[in-house]
């Protein structure tokens, strides 16, 4: 329970900490979300107008401590702003309709990925003098130094533009209505493929390598040459003894990967034009737009937190010393 407790309150004081930052950081930059909307009428606009907008965009002269509690009373209340790029829909209708995008394309891809990883990971260690197994090393050392960017662009212009097997951009077909129905969907998978294999094959190599240096480590310890000794089933030996040891780094490494998941592999949906939650935060960036900015930052580091919450119980699930400290 103690160790419960600790990690509950740590999590709260890093979520306040998140929406601290997250308040004071944009106020720290020149200029405001009403400076770059006037900027685009080169300053034709009256100053009722003006008031107007501000009031629209949060934007008040009141003492910085006021408008600090009524953003954390506004956050309270999943409040965000409106957005400047896709005015007038607020942050979180934006927000809203890009996660679903990213969550089951980067989301699917990563635990792909690290299924995938962890297994080959486990397999290489424990048949180290198959060919195979001293094979998988190399390639995943290989497939990791591919930038995501780099492997995207390769498969838009081989698989995309000179074969034509794969569509290049966007999520679907624009003459489509979105739906739960046959074309809509198989239209999603095949918009999809390109982007998904992007991500599986870059992030592939290091949970593999990870997974199997620790396995290798651990099937040195003595423990399971005492498991072994005992006549231990290599299957039991293999999974419960030496993998389950293995995978605690690997859990904590998931937890700060959920960041790199609902940031929408950022690199990869521009390049496709995919429209999940990272192209969203590029066009933020590109449109000066502090509001959705300030959402996307804040929704990141919130994910990034509670995902660590999460892996923390559960390591102190697989590993009862960690339970036990109660730290």
């Not at 990791?144 to 097997?165: D, K, N, Q, S």
């Not at 790199?260 to 950022?266: E, I, K, M, S």
Request: with cysteine; net charge positive.
């Amino acid at each position: 329970m103690k160790y419960v407790l600790n990690r509950v309150g740590f999590l709260l004081i890093s979520l306040w900490a998140a929406a601290t930052i997250n308040f004071f950081l944009p106020r720290m930059m020149p200029g405001n979300p009403v400076d770059s909307l006037i900027a685009r009428f080169q300053g034709r606009i009256s100053g009722s107008a003006l008031h107007a907008i501000e009031l629209q965009f949060g934007i008040t002269h009141q003492p910085l401590w006021f408008q600090y509690l009524a953003y954390l009373n506004h956050l309270l209340h999943g409040n965000f702003g409106v957005s400047l790029t896709y005015y007038p829909a607020s942050v979180m209708t934006v927000i809203g309709n890009s996660l679903p995008w990213t969550l089951g394309l980067a989301g699917l891809s990563t635990v792909i990925s690290v299924a995938l990883g962890l297994a080959l990971g486990i397999y290489s260690a424990w048949h180290r003098k198959g060919w195979l197994a001293n094979a998988l090393p190399t390639m995943s050392t290989f497939t990791a130094a591919i930038p995501f960017f780099w492997l995207a662009m390769i498969f838009v212009y081989l698989l995309g533009y000179l074969l034509g097997w794969f569509p290049t951009d966007h999520a679907y077909t624009s003459s489509l209505v979105p739906g739960i129905n046959g074309p809509f969907i198989l239209s999603v998978l095949h918009h999809g493929i390109l982007p998904a294999c992007t991500i599986v094959i870059s992030s592939l190599g290091g949970w593999l390598m990870n997974m199997r240096n620790n396995m290798v480590q651990i099937l040195g310890e003595d423990y399971i040459l005492f498991a072994q000794a005992k006549g231990v089933p290599d299957r039991a030996l293999m999974l419960r003894y030496a993998a389950r040891n293995a995978i605690l780094p690997i859990a904590t490494s998931f937890a700060m990967s959920i960041g790199f998941v609902v940031g929408g592999t950022l690199l990869t949906e521009i390049v496709f034009s995919y429209p999940g939650v990272g192209y969203q935060l590029f066009t933020a960036i590109e449109n000066s737009d502090y509001p959705l900015m300030q959402g996307l930052f804040l929704m990141i580091a919130v994910s990034v937190l509670l995902a660590n919450f999460a892996v923390e119980m559960l390591y102190g699930r697989l590993d009862p010393r960690v339970r036990r400290s109660g730290v």
